[in-house]
Structures are given as structure tokens and as C-alpha cells.
């Protein structure tokens, strides 16, 4: 399948810091991209839609000046954690939307995820 | 509003023992049907995207059934490596191309 990768895996930080994650689709290009997060034996809640070249749009209750979200080409996003507190720890996953490079469009692909704990 | 539920919660099989997932969605207008494998701490795994009412599709042990109201995954003679979260998830006109997550069934197959 195709390979969206997701970097740090894994992020430890104290309280009042700001953490990036990014987001890269390796084979394929993607004008949509989405964040998630995920609590522990729960399913994923989507947060942002993030498209190539514009704005970000968030959901309810989502703080968009919190999660700072940058579509900055057609194979990367990031996801800025602004002053992070204990309530931010979480699994944070990325998908992007297949828009071209040889897979079948609309098809989502998931990173492996980000796990991130605020101390 | 767009509801996903998914049945059963968890389910335990016998390697070998065929048996089928449901998920029931109410969306207005679908885009697609997504099934996705989650492994504990991994990202979810892209399965099978089905876009209408009689469509199917298969990979290996897996095939993805679709009517107007819910969607079936079958799994046929599973093995132990088939143990997983099994995730479902809409794609509604008025959600961009997001996607609405059910809250997945947990399966666990033993030998």
C-alpha cells in the first residue's frame, strides 16, 4: 500500500512547550491531508482538514490557534502543538488523501501515528 | 447526523472459524465505506474503500460487502496474525473527503 510516514514517532515534553509533528506522503501526492487523535481504547477523532496551499479548516471545539496546522506542499503537513499541556497527551495520526501518483484516487492512507506525552 | 456503529465490540475465534463484522451507518448521500486494520500503537491500515450498494471486494481473507444501510467484513478461515482492531468509517457530501470512524471491533483469533 502506499507509505505516508510520520516523524517523531514518539515525544516527550514538558508542560508550556511546543511540539511539531510532520506528516509526509512518500509515493503518492496529496491536496488533503487530516489529523487525528486517538485516546486509549477509543476510536479516532478527526481534528483538521488540512489542504495544500490554504487555510486549515478545524472542528468543534478543536483550538485552532492550539494545533497549529501548515499544508505547505503537495507531500507534507505539520501539526505545531502550542503550549502543551498533560490534557494534550495523546496518539496523534495523519492520513492523506490520494490526488494523484499512480494509486486510486480518494483512497486514505494513515501514518503510523505520533505519541505524544506533555509532563 | 452521520452515525457509524460497529458490532460486535470484540469477538474471539478459533483459527479457522469464519465469521463476518458489521458495520451500520446512517449518512446522507455516501461517498465511500472504509475498512481499516489497526494494530495496538500503529496507525490504521488501509483495507477496502466501497462506494455502492452490491459492491465487493477481496483480499486474502478478506472480502468487504456493502448494501444502503451497512457494510460486512468477512473473514474467511482467519489466523492468529488476523487479531487486530478492525475500524469502519464513512465519508459523508457534507464532511469534505474526512472520514467518521465507528469505534471499531476487537477481533482475537487463537490457535
Known amino acids: 500500500g502506499a507509505v505516508v510516514s510520520q516523524h517523531p514517532s514518539r515525544v516527550i515534553c514538558k508542560s508550556g512547550t511546543s511540539v511539531k509533528i510532520e506528516c509526509r506522503s512518500l509515493d503518492f501526492q496529496a491536496t488533503t491531508m487530516f489529523w487525528y487523535r486517538q485516546f486509549p481504547k477509543q476510536s479516532l477523532m478527526l481534528m483538521a482538514t488540512?489542504?495544500?496551499?490554504?487555510?486549515?479548516?478545524?472542528e468543534q471545539g478543536v483550538e485552532k490557534d492550539k494545533f497549529l496546522i501548515n499544508h505547505a506542499s503537495l507531500t507534507l503537513s505539520t501539526l505545531t502543538v502550542t503550549s502543551a499541556h498533560p490534557e494534550d497527551s495523546s496518539f496523534y495520526i495523519c492520513?492523506?488523501?490520494?490526488?494523484?501518483?499512480?494509486?486510486?484516487?480518494?483512497?486514505?492512507?494513515f501514518g503510523p501515528g505520533t505519541r505524544l506525552t506533555v509532563l | 447526523e452521520d452515525q457509524v456503529t460497529q458490532s460486535p465490540e470484540a469477538l474471539r475465534l478459533q483459527e479457522g472459524e469464519s465469521s463476518s463484522l458489521n458495520c451500520s451507518y446512517t449518512v446522507s448521500g455516501l461517498r465511500g465505506l472504509f475498512w481499516y486494520r489497526q494494530d495496538p500503537g500503529k496507525g490504521p491500515e488501509f483495507l477496502f474503500t466501497l462506494y455502492s450498494a452490491g459492491e465487493e471486494k477481496e483480499k486474502e481473507r478478506l472480502k468487504a460487502t456493502l448494501t444502503k444501510k451497512e457494510s460486512f467484513l468477512h473473514i474467511t478461515a482467519p489466523k492468529p496474525e488476523d487479531s487486530a482492531t478492525y475500524l469502519c468509517?464513512?465519508?459523508?457530501?457534507?464532511?469534505?473527503?474526512?472520514?467518521?470512524f465507528g469505534k471499531g471491533t476487537s477481533l482475537l483469533v487463537t490457535p
Open positions: 492520513s492523506a488523501r490520494v490526488s494523484s501518483g499512480g494509486r486510486s484516487y480518494n483512497e486514505q492512507f
Open positions: 468509517a464513512v465519508q459523508a457530501p457534507n464532511s469534505g473527503y474526512a472520514l467518521n
Open positions: 488540512s489542504n495544500e496551499g490554504s487555510k486549515a479548516t478545524y
